[in-house]
């Protein structure tokens, strides 16, 4: 139990389906964040939401979409993506002192 | 974010032996963090260094941030099979930590 729940775990999707990784922190953490880990890749930050503000956006592509509707909520909405975006994608939450508490993670598989 | 580059990239170790992994960077750092990964797993935090020349320890895990804060390490005394995984070492600004490559550290029993 890591206080950072993710779901789903593992996810099949075609190229031209329309899907959503959910995030949800039980930590009372100000900051949340998406990160993109690949097989041949070092960790990629994707997005950060401090107090529910995106204040970091890395050159990621539109077909990702995040929301923070609350401090504790975090998605990212996923359409019409391309197999190199098959990955496990991390979310994870932070307090002010500035580590990160990983969830278990959504393995994503696009077809 | 603040870029740290980490070596060794893999590490073959008998168990017994001792391991060490190593971060760098050209500019200095305001602090360092240092990540575990099993197998299959997900990053789980070990520890953040913020002073210069700062030295801490988990049990076998010694921890060091270097007097310039440019560099870190952390070694493993006497490894075990339970050691096995990638540690990443991270660091950057508010919110905004970048991560190294990870040292995957291999246990031969």
């Known amino acids: 139990e890591t206080g950072v729940t993710q779901t789903p775990r593992h996810l099949v999707m075609g190229m031209t389906n329309k899907k959503s990784l959910k995030c949800e922190q039980h930590l009372g953490h100000n900051a949340m964040y998406w990160y993109k880990q690949s097989a041949k890749k070092p960790l990629e930050l994707m997005f950060v939401?401090?107090?529910?503000?995106?204040?970091e956006n890395n050159s990621v592509p539109s077909r990702f979409s995040p929301e923070c509707p609350n401090s504790s909520h975090l998605f990212l909405h996923l359409h019409t993506l391309q197999p190199e975006d098959s990955a496990l994608y991390l979310c994870?939450?932070?307090?002010?002192?500035?580590?990160?508490?990983f969830g278990e993670g959504s393995r994503l598989t696009v077809l | 974010g603040q870029q740290v580059m980490q070596i060794p990239q893999y590490q073959h170790v008998q168990e017994g032996e001792d391991f060490t992994t190593y971060c760098n960077s050209s500019t200095t750092l305001s602090n360092i963090q240092w990540y575990k990964q099993r197998p299959g797993g997900h990053p789980v935090f070990l520890i953040q260094l913020v002073k210069s020349g700062e030295v801490k320890k988990q049990k076998r895990l010694t921890f060091q941030f270097g007097e310039a804060k440019k560099n870190s390490s952390l070694h493993i005394t006497a490894t075990q099979t339970t050691d096995v995984g990638t540690y990443f070492c991270?660091?950057?600004?508010?919110?905004?930590?970048?991560f190294g490559r990870g040292t995957s550290l291999i246990v031969h029993p």
């Open positions: 991270a660091s950057g600004g508010s919110y905004i930590p970048t």
């Open positions: 939401y401090s107090l529910e503000e995106r204040v």
């Open positions: 994870a939450s932070s307090p002010q002192t500035g580590e990160l508490f």
